[in-house]
Every structure is written in structure tokens, then in C-alpha cells.
């Protein structure tokens, strides 16, 4: 045992995601018709799917909210954690997005578990009751994270899984005095999730880093 940590370095990260349970073909699919249909490739990681996948059934959970729908991708990979009582309520607020999501989750094999809120989460979250979800994921705007932790926090159950990715800021995280405000956003954000009394956290070096709190009981 060690107090040292090693750093994860390309190699080893590549090493790892190598060594990970990777994506079925349904995904790999949805990807290709993603790519096709011009929606952006900045869905999670295979290796990112199956770390919030294992956390999700560690924690028993049954209700996800998501912030950041994309195409679906990491919505269907949470439900597919959840059981067949589970539902994942994803919030997405590009029409073209959300019905491409739409479309591949009715096609899925967690169809009807999964309701895509279409709008800006900053309306969407005020309307989720309290104490509503076992765990979140935020994944959106990142000008929007500290407002989405907020609504996130009070959506949760005491014990909930907070999960918030791109902590590293697509790997800017240390630059200083960033002019992109995107990562600026995030290293406020950083700042905002390390000083939360209300969770306990970490950030997990997995794709872009991901930040993984649980809610303190009150
Ligand atoms: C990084 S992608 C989400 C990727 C998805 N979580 C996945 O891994 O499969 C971010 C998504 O958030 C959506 N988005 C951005 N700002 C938003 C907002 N204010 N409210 C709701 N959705 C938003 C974008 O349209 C985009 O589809």
C-alpha cells in the first residue's frame, strides 16, 4: 500500500479503458447515425458508461435525472442500470437532439423508461420535485453547472449519487486565466463542488473527469 497516487498517464488511461466492458452493438450504431445526422460526438466514453453504470447499481438506484440529453447515449446506458422499474428523466433543450434521442430510445431495449424534458434546464429542474431521484448527471452547458447543482441538490435523496462530467475542463482545467468561458465556467464550478458541505466528492480521472458526490443525510 501507498500514500502515493501515480498519475494516470495516456498510456495508462489507454490501458485501462482497453481492460473496460465496451459498448454493444445498439450503441456503437446509435453513434454512427449520431456522426451522420451531424449531432456532435461529445457523448461519454464507453469506459465513463460502465464506472456510472457500476455506481448506479452499487447504489440501487431506480430514478436518474440527466442534464444533457445529446443523443441518448449515456441516458440509455444509466437506464439500462436502473431495472425495469427504473426511469431516467433527461433534460435536453435542442429539438434536433432530443428527437434523435427520442427516436433510437423507442428503438432501445429501455424503451419507456426514459422521458426526454425538452427545454433549458434552468426551467426544466425548477419543475422536478424534491427528494425525487436516487442520482443526477449534469452534462450540459457549463455556464449552467452551478445552477443545475443547486436544483440537483434539493431533486436528490438524502444519499443520492451526484455525478457532473468535464471537471477537467477538456484538459484546461490548470490553464490560468483561460479565455474560453467554458473552462473558466468549470474551474469556478470545480471550485463551488469542492467547498459543497452538502456532498461528499471526489473527481474520478475517467474521459474528461468526472465528478462523483454523495448527499450527506441532513
Ligand atoms: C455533452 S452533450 C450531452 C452528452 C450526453 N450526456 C451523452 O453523454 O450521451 C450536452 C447536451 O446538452 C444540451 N444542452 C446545452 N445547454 C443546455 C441547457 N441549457 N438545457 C438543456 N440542455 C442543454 C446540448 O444541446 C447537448 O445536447
Redesign the pocket.
Known amino acids: 500500500m501507498s500514500e502515493k497516487s501515480e498519475p494516470v498517464s495516456a498510456e495508462l488511461y489507454a490501458y485501462l479503458a482497453a481492460r473496460t466492458s465496451q459498448e454493444d452493438s445498439f450503441l456503437a450504431k446509435l453513434k454512427l447515425a449520431a456522426r451522420a445526422a451531424e449531432?456532435?460526438s461529445?457523448?461519454?466514453s464507453p469506459e465513463?458508461a460502465a464506472m456510472m453504470q457500476i455506481l448506479l447499481k452499487l447504489k440501487g438506484a431506480r430514478d436518474v435525472i440527466?442534464?444533457?440529453?445529446?443523443?441518448?447515449?449515456?441516458?440509455i446506458?444509466m437506464a439500462r442500470a436502473l431495472g425495469p422499474a427504473g426511469r431516467v428523466r433527461?433534460?435536453?433543450?435542442?429539438d434536433r437532439?432530443a428527437d434523435f434521442a427520442e427516436k433510437w430510445i423507442a428503438d432501445s431495449d429501455v424503451a419507456g423508461r426514459i422521458q426526454v424534458l425538452r427545454?433549458?434546464?434552468?426551467k426544466?429542474l425548477p419543475e422536478i420535485a424534491d427528494e425525487s431521484a436516487d442520482a443526477a448527471?449534469v452534462?450540459?452547458?457549463k455556464s449552467?453547472y452551478a445552477t443545475y447543482l443547486q436544483h440537483c441538490l434539493r431533486i436528490l435523496r438524502p444519499g443520492g449519487l451526484m455525478m457532473v462530467?468535464?471537471a477537467f475542463a477538456f484538459g484546461s482545467v490548470l490553464e490560468k486565466d483561460p479565455e474560453d468561458a467554458s473552462v473558466r465556467a468549470i474551474q469556478d464550478f470545480n471550485e463551488t463542488m469542492a467547498a459543497c458541505d452538502e456532498l461528499q466528492s471526489l473527481i474520478l480521472p475517467i474521459g474528461d473527469g468526472c465528478w462523483v458526490g454523495v448527499k450527506r443525510d441532513a
Open positions: 449531432i456532435p461529445i457523448w461519454i465513463q440527466e442534464v444533457g440529453t445529446l443523443a441518448g447515449y449515456s441516458a446506458t433527461t433534460i435536453e433543450f435542442e437532439h427545454g433549458d434546464g434552468r426544466v448527471f452534462d450540459a452547458d449552467g462530467d468535464n
